[in-house]
T-cell receptor
Framework: EAQVTQNPRYLITVTGKKLTVTCSQN?????MSWYRQDPGLGLRQIYY???????DKGDVPEGYKVSRKEKRNFPLILESPSPNQTSLYFC???????????FGPGTRLTVL | AQSVTQPDIHITVSEGASLELRCNYS??????LFWYVQSPGQGLQLLLK??????LVQGIKGFEAEFKRSQSSFNLRKPSVHWSDAAEYFC????????????FGTGTRLQVTL
């Protein structure tokens, strides 16, 4: 089954404790992206990657890091999480421009 | 930089009535435009997209949208709403040659009354 998976689905952590949210897709997609969703703000793009070792900033990259060492994986790293990073995070992937973008199920992160 | 405005935060329609959700965008070049739907507790699903060509695009679940360059709009329509259409709807604009940078609107929550 074609899918985008995220782990963990739910995470409660404390300020400053480094964490990684994994994202994996089994569709051999070149393009992957991370978004955060906050009430009243819609989805905002954090980072995206056009292919292995190619990443770029979205609209809200501060406080986040990403890496793309393999085509299927695109982890989101919070080196020192803060309460304002409490949010619902979505990973997404697609093959090329005209292809449909598939979203993962989301990761709800709470930073205390 | 591109931007998207969805002026209606919340809309209520009766089942069987027609629906139009508004979307206005700002982008200097020809935009790539998308409509997504998000059901409660779910991820996002693509309804339809516009890249070029015919300005009236058909999507899944009976939805359509019309690109109007002169009005910078990409409104979503459905002639007859079903109760299962209750969800949140997001318009998005993609920038760059590959629409790699996506900017979403703040969403419109649709409630359907029976």
């Amino acid at each position: 089954e074609a899918q985008v998976t995220q782990n963990p689905r739910y995470l409660i952590t404390v300020t400053g404790k480094k964490l990684t949210v994994t994202c994996s897709q089994n569709m051999n997609h070149e393009y992957m992206s991370w978004y955060r969703q906050d009430p009243g703000l819609g989805l905002r793009q954090i980072y995206y990657s056009m292919n292995v070792e190619v990443t770029d900033k979205g609209d809200v990259p501060e406080g986040y890091k990403v890496s793309r060492k393999e085509k299927r994986n695109f982890p989101l790293i919070l080196e020192s999480p803060s309460p304002n990073q409490t949010s619902l995070y979505f990973c997404a992937s697609r093959r090329f421009l005209t292809d449909t973008q598939y979203f993962g199920p989301g990761t709800r992160l709470t930073v205390l | 930089a591109q931007s998207v405005t969805q002026p209606d935060i919340h809309i209520t329609v009766s089942e069987g009535a027609s629906l139009e959700l508004r979307c206005n965008y700002s982008y200097g070049a020809t935009p790539y435009l998308f409509w997504y739907v998000q059901s409660p507790g779910q991820g996002l699903q693509l309804l339809l997209k516009y890249f070029s060509g015919d300005t009236l695009v058909q999507g899944i679940k009976g939805f359509e949208a019309e690109f109007k360059r002169s009005q910078s709009s990409f409104n979503l329509r459905k002639p007859s709403v079903h109760w299962s259409d209750a969800a949140e709807y997001f318009c998005a604009v993609g920038a760059g040659g590959t629409a790699s940078k996506l900017t979403f609107g703040t969403g419109t929550r649709l409630q359907v009354t029976l």
